[in-house]
C-alpha cells in the first residue's frame, strides 16, 4: 500500500501543477501512471491484503480518464494538466450520466453513438 500512496503522489503533483512539465517530467508521468495500474491490479487480482475481502476495479470516468491515456495525451500536447482537481472532474459527471439517460437503453454499439 505504500508504494501505491508513493507513486500516487507524484502522479499528483503532476495534474495538480499549472506549471508547463518538462519532457522528463511527462515522460515520468507516463512511467507513474503505469507503474500506478500495475500496482492496483496486483493489489485487487492477487495480493489481496484483507483475507476474504474481493477488491473491484472502479469504472469511474476519473480512473479512465488517468489510464486510458486521455490525461497523458493533453499531457504532452499543451505540457500541462492546467492544475486539475476535483471540482473539474466532478463537474464532468453530470454531462456524463446525462449522455447515458439519454442514449443508455439504446440498442447496439453503433446506435447508441449516433
Not at 493489489?43 to 469511474?60: A, E, N
Not at 446525462?98 to 453503433?110: I, V
Request: hydrophobic fraction near 40%; glycine fraction near 8%.
Amino acid at each position: 500500500m505504500k508504494a501505491i500512496v508513493a507513486v500516487w503522489y507524484k502522479v499528483q503533483r503532476v495534474i495538480k501543477s499549472t506549471e508547463k512539465q518538462s519532457i522528463e517530467s511527462i515522460n515520468q508521468f507516463e512511467e507513474n501512471t503505469n507503474q500506478l495500474r500495475i500496482l492496483i491490479n496486483k493489489i485487487c487480482k492477487d495480493d489481496v491484503p484483507i483475507s476474504g475481502w474481493k477488491p473491484r476495479l472502479t469504472r469511474s470516468l476519473k480512473a479512465h480518464l488517468l489510464f486510458g491515456g486521455h490525461l497523458l495525451r493533453q499531457l504532452r500536447v499543451w505540457g500541462t494538466l492546467g492544475g486539475i482537481d476535483e471540482q473539474n472532474i466532478e463537474s464532468a459527471h453530470a454531462i456524463w450520466n446525462k449522455l447515458l439517460r439519454q442514449f443508455g437503453a439504446t440498442r447496439g454499439k453503433e446506435l447508441q453513438m449516433k
